[in-house]
């Protein structure tokens, strides 16, 4: 079992993993801006399998630390796997449309979408960074009562 230091610096690293996996998803949107658009629906279909992926073990983890972690990051993971799953169902619905004028809608939802995804996604690192932060200062105010 890690020790309560050791847990923080693992929440340290994560969040420098996190900060590498958003570059990593920003080089990847701006290489496919030169891609035939198959190579771009290949790029999409793995990228939306791997959020599933995740979004599924962040939940079995959740389900697993369920009395270590408060119940309100438990409903937002929850949300959040059945919000994947409907952005899943309803882009794989949508691309049975051929009319222009629905595959233009269709791209205004897509890129609504894309850009509150990624202001949610600042909004979690903020909220990561502040329950990071908040753990370190409970941890310290933990060690001061007990040294005392």
Do not use: P
């Not at 994560?14 to 891609?35: F, P």
């Not at 990051?73 to 691309?95: C, F, G, I, N, P």
């Not at 995804?117 to 600042?122: G, L, Q, T």
């Amino acid at each position: 079992m890690m020790t309560t230091s050791e847990r923080l610096v693992s929440a340290s690293d994560k969040l420098a993993q996190l900060s590498g996996r958003a570059k990593q998803a920003e080089d990847r949107a701006a290489a496919t801006r030169n891609q035939a658009k198959a190579q771009v629906e290949e790029a999409a279909a793995k990228a939306r399998e791997t959020a599933q992926a995740n979004a599924e073990d962040m939940r079995h983890t959740a389900d697993a630390a369920e009395d270590d972690v408060s119940a309100s990051w438990t409903e937002l993971q929850t949300s959040w796997t059945a919000h994947v799953t409907k952005v899943r169902r309803d882009m794989e619905a949508k691309k049975a449309e051929i009319d222009a004028t629905r595959a233009e809608h269709r791209a205004e939802h897509a890129e609504a979408d894309a850009l509150f995804a990624i202001d949610y996604a600042y909004a979690t690192v903020e909220g990561a960074e502040s329950a990071v932060l908040d753990a370190i200062a409970a941890r310290m105010e933990a060690d001061e009562l007990v040294a005392h």
